[in-house]
């Protein structure tokens, strides 16, 4: 099946007990079970099964298995959001003493989180500008667990030679994991050699503004037995004493389930981030439209960019869709025909008032901090989602005073660039 038919049939077609079609919301903490038998085979894990929605729901199993489907892993995990799925996939690899080497081209909440919070947690990072190969090599270091990008950077939609990436990580038997909230469905990670994706289902999966949500997706395509993840080949106290590699290399019907069911059992058990099976229904509801809506947003984005190119009030456009931007050919490579995300940047001649002047006139684009609404939505990131850099960082990371990010909905193109047009006209 193509990626528009499994976003709407993949793993259900009706519910067993009542024939519905629609997903049911299975609002419930606990399941009973058949017997003792039945309950100690789940808990050792020696059959699969539902126990309790901290672990597991069937609503949100349906997410989880369609979206692994759609990307091709071997399972997914979904969480309560996508800062919770960020954390928790990072730390079924990496633990105090550990190291991680990271792109320095990251949403604002992953900046934050890797800069700070890791660090309390004991893990450090290493933040790359220039995420090439030959600077990930020199970076790499005995404990290091993890090389972390997203797909296109945020806001400088920049995109990394993800192969070359995946090469040098694997040489150095280090798994790569990749951020894909901005390039859902256009871009398949798994195919390129990254090992872990994660997502923001907050964005354009949801798509519609309504639930915050997160998953991981795993590609069964790492070996964790290489060495550097004694996590992976040495017994867990907390679980028995199972050992994940040795037990969920290979699961027959499976294949390679090690990690994500290390985070399940060990990070979403014992952490306790999970997804409301609301939240879940609502996610469904939005990815049952995500390939066709991904193709109008994209649309949409490349005529306003050529539209803000040739206005006169408009200093400047960074859109990875246009040719004069520098990962223009590397999106052209790796990303689906035509399509290069809904997010971009551009200044307003005059600089930071003039920009700010801007986002107050628009009338149907809403000022907010989120992106891949259907709705299109403006923000200033200098003075809202990337407040907290430094002006230093700032410029590094392509943030200039005069900068309005915008994520382009699936409104027509028509109202889109009028609301603009008489925005522009009011600076
Ligand atoms: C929004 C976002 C996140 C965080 O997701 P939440 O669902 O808001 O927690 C992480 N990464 C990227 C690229 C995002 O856009």
């Not at 890791?118 to 893990?123: A, D, E, M, P, S």
Request: with cysteine; aromatic share 10%.
């Amino acid at each position: 099946m193509q990626d528009q038919s499994k976003a709407l049939h993949s793993s259900f077609k009706f519910d067993p007990s009542t024939n519905a079609v629609a997903v049911p919301i299975y609002q419930t903490s606990s399941y009973a079970f058949n017997s003792s038998e039945h309950a100690a085979n789940l808990f050792s894990l020696s059959e699969f099964g539902n126990i309790y929605t901290r672990l597991m729901n069937p609503t949100t199993d349906v997410l989880e298995k369609r979206m692994a489907d759609i990307e091709g892993g071997t399972g997914a995990l979904a969480c309560a959001s996508g800062m919770s799925a960020i954390f928790l996939a990072v730390t079924t690899v990496a633990s105090s003493g550990d190291h991680i080497i990271s792109s320095a081209s990251l949403y604002g909440g992953t900046e934050t989180l890797f800069r700070y919070t890791l660090k309390k947690f004991g893990i450090e990072v290493t933040f790359l500008e220039d995420f090439s190969s030959a600077n990930i090599q020199s970076a790499v270091k005995e404990n290091t667990k993890l090389v972390y990008a997203e797909s296109i950077g945020n806001p400088q939609g920049d995109v990394i030679d993800f192969e070359e990436i995946a090469e040098s990580a694997h040489q150095n038997g280090i798994a790569f994991m990749v951020d894909n909230t901005f390039a859902p469905v256009f871009f398949k990670p798994f195919q390129h050699g990254v090992d872990i994706v994660v997502y923001s289902c907050t964005k354009w999966i949801g798509g519609h503004g309504t639930s915050i949500g997160g998953l991981i997706i795993d590609s069964g395509n790492f070996n964790w037995g290489q060495g550097r993840y004694d996590d992976f080949t040495t017994p867990d106290e907390s679980y028995h004493g199972l050992v994940y590699w040795e037990a969920l290399g290979d699961v027959p019907g499976m294949g390679n389930v090690a990690y994500i069911i290390k985070a399940r059992v060990e990070g979403m058990r014992n952490i306790g981030m999970c997804p409301s099976p609301f939240n879940s229904f609502q996610v469904i509801q939005g990815l049952e439209t995500l390939p066709l809506r991904l193709e109008k947003h994209a649309e949409n984005a490349l005529a306003l960019a050529h539209y803000l190119e040739s206005h006169e009030k408009v200093s400047w456009v960074n859109f990875t869709g246009l040719e004069n931007h520098p990962s223009h050919e590397r999106a052209k490579k790796y990303f689906a025909s035509g399509q290069f995300g809904s997010v971009f940047g551009f200044g307003i001649k005059g600089g930071v008032e003039q920009a700010k002047k801007f986002i107050d006139s628009v009338e149907m684009a809403y000022h907010l901090a989120n992106v891949g609404d259907s709705r299109t939505l403006v923000i200033h990131p200098a003075s809202t989602t990337h407040q907290q850099l430094s002006e230093e960082n700032l410029l590094k990371i392509g943030i200039k005073p005069d900068f309005v990010r915008v994520s382009v909905g699936i409104e027509s193109i028509e109202d889109i660039i009028a609301d603009f047009d008489q925005a522009l006209a009011k600076i």
